[in-house]
């Protein structure tokens, strides 16, 4: 009788295992929600100083905020690596490759989205460049993946997606250049 991750109950795990499961529900959605108010704001400082500093590019602070990035991932790592091996955890070292690569990636995008930001407006641009993404990622996991299936789901996901066009929309008719 195998027990799933969690440790449900409903698996024939244990109750104390029933209760790990919920801390690492806890943890995650914590992880989560930490995780994407820090994304929220990640973007905030440099879009203002591209903002208040017309004459400069609008690349100005991309060095600054990649370097930042690349920094406090690597010592995360460090400090992660470092009590792996006090702790006699393997290291996954083949980690790094794929995580360098999707944050140049990133950092293109970054780039684009301050471009963006300065020729559109703060109100206009950021909203494309934070929602364009979204949009990107659901209909790939819809379509690729096919991570939502079922009618009402898909009909939720219409209904979601429909307003945020509108939204979208609205903002790019009406928001201020």
Same mark, same amino acid.
């Given at each position: 009788?195998?027990?799933?991750?969690?440790?449900?109950?409903? #698996?024939? %795990? #244990?109750?104390?295992?029933?209760? %790990?499961?919920?801390?690492?529900?806890?943890?995650?959605? #914590?992880?989560?929600?930490?995780?994407?108010?820090?994304?929220?704001? &990640? &973007?905030?400082?440099?879009?203002?100083?591209?903002?208040?500093?017309?004459?400069?590019?609008?690349?100005?602070?991309?060095? #600054?905020? +990649?370097?930042?990035?690349?920094?406090?991932?690597?010592?995360?790592?460090?400090?992660?690596?470092?009590?792996?091996?006090?702790?006699?955890?393997?290291?996954?070292?083949?980690?790094?490759?794929?995580?360098? =690569?999707?944050?140049?990636?990133?950092?293109?995008?970054?780039?684009?989205?301050?471009?963006?930001?300065?020729?559109?407006?703060?109100?206009?641009?950021?909203?494309?460049?934070?929602?364009?993404?979204?949009?990107?990622?659901?209909? !790939?996991?819809?379509?690729?993946?096919?991570? =939502?299936?079922?009618?009402?789901?898909?009909?939720?996901?219409?209904?979601?997606?429909? +307003?945020? !066009?509108?939204?979208?929309?609205?903002?790019?008719?009406?928001?201020?250049?």
């Amino acid at each position: 009788d195998s027990e799933d991750p969690a440790g449900s109950p409903q #698996s024939g %795990g #244990s109750p104390g295992a029933a209760r %790990g499961g919920l801390g690492r529900k806890i943890l995650g959605v #914590s992880l989560a929600l930490a995780g994407g108010t820090l994304c929220g704001v &990640n &973007n905030v400082p440099p879009s203002l100083y591209t903002l208040s500093h017309p004459e400069l590019s609008p690349f100005a602070a991309v060095f #600054s905020q +990649c370097l930042g990035v690349w920094l406090v991932s690597s010592w995360i790592y460090l400090i992660y690596s470092s009590f792996a091996r006090l702790a006699k955890w393997p290291v996954p070292h083949s980690a790094i490759r794929p995580a360098y =690569i999707s944050g140049c990636i990133w950092a293109v995008g970054f780039s684009c989205m301050l471009a963006g930001i300065s020729d559109l407006g703060y109100s206009v641009g950021y909203t494309l460049d934070a929602v364009g993404p979204v949009v990107v990622s659901s209909l !790939i996991s819809i379509f690729v993946y096919k991570e =939502i299936t079922g009618s009402k789901q898909l009909a939720l996901f219409a209904l979601s997606f429909a +307003c945020q !066009i509108t939204g979208v929309v609205l903002i790019a008719v009406f928001g201020k250049a």
